[in-house]
């Protein structure tokens, strides 16, 4: 990505008819419009974070709901398991 050069913005206004001293005070308003908006790499690198730490949070709650839910589909099917077991028993003495 090329970076905006204030000289070549300012000679190009100055082609076009505009005054010295206008061109240069217009390239530099402009430049500091476009450095107002532009993201950095740490503005990247802290939005990264930022989600990770986020999906990172999601996922053990997930994990966190899916452990609880397995424990007691098991703990269900134990159950059921050992009142089979034990009707089993009744019926075939």
Do not use: C, P, W
Not at 5 to 12: D, F, I, S, W
Not at 53 to 71: H, I, Q
């Amino acid at each position: 990505m090329a970076i905006f050069n204030t000289l070549q913005y300012a000679r190009k206004l100055e082609a076009a008819g505009v005054s010295a001293q206008q061109a240069e005070v217009q390239s530099y308003a402009l430049a500091e419009i476009i450095e107002g908006v532009m993201v950095t790499k740490a503005d990247l690198e802290k939005l990264e974070l930022a989600v990770v730490n986020k999906l990172e949070g999601r996922m053990d709650a997930v994990d966190a709901r899916l452990s609880s839910r397995m424990d007691s589909l098991e703990h269900s099917l134990s159950s059921r398991m050992d009142s089979l077991e034990y009707r089993l028993t009744i019926k075939m003495g």
